[in-house]
Structures are given as structure tokens and as C-alpha cells.
């Protein structure tokens, strides 16, 4: 899967969405997602990169827990076959709740 996919896919949800982060001021209102590549765990063979393996972070942040805009993220990734984890925070600073899926592509 390339960026240009990923990013693709998340269009789907109709969450507005960025790569890493939203320019200053000009955030959307929650929910809001950001997504990025933070590294990679390749597969080696022969001494080099034998298959291409990418982290993928998608992080949806919510003011409020919405199990709803979760599922729909969810429905998204499942429908593209994708394996995550998921885990929750809250940022007190931000006061946001972040959800995060991991998963490999």
C-alpha cells in the first residue's frame, strides 16, 4: 500500500485528515485525524531489504470518547483487510482524546 493509498483509504471515512499534523491554525474541529510513517521493520535476506514493511500510526482525535467515529475508522480498515492494534489516551494539555491504530503495510 503507498501514501497516496493509505490516504485514499482514510478519505473514505470523511474525517478530515492530514500526514503528520495540520499546518498552525488551521485544525478542524474533532474529530479530526492524523496520520503518519514514524519507521519501518523490514524483512532482510541476502543482506538486504528483501520485502518493504511500513509502521503506520492513524491517529483519530475526538473531544469527546465517540464509539460511533471510532467504528467508522474501524469499518474502513477492516474493509481493506487491514490488521491494527488500537489503544486510547487522554491529553490532558490538548484535551483530546487520541485513539491510536497501529498496524504494518
Known amino acids: ?3 497516496e493509498e493509505l490516504a485514499g ?5 470523511g474525517i ?6 495540520f499546518a498552525e491554525g488551521e485544525s478542524p474541529e474533532p474529530p479530526f485525524i492524523c496520520y503518519l510513517l514514524p519507521g519501518s521493520d523490514n524483512f532482510a535476506a541476502d543482506g538486504r531489504v528483501y520485502f518493504r514493511i511500513s509502521e503506520v500510526r ?11 467515529v471510532e467504528a467508522e475508522v474501524e469499518t474502513v480498515l477492516d474493509d481493506a483487510g487491514i ?11 490538548e484535551r483530546l482524546y487520541e485513539v491510536l491504530y497501529s498496524m504494518e503495510i
Not at 58 to 66: F, G, I, M, Q
Open 1 to 3: 500500500m503507498t501514501l
Open 9 to 13: 483509504m482514510l478519505e473514505k471515512t
Open 16 to 21: 478530515p485528515f492530514a500526514y503528520d499534523h
Open 58 to 68: 492513524v491517529e483519530l482525535y475526538t473531544d469527546r470518547k465517540n464509539p460511533e
Open 83 to 93: 490488521f491494527y492494534n488500537k489503544s486510547e489516551v487522554w491529553i490532558q494539555s
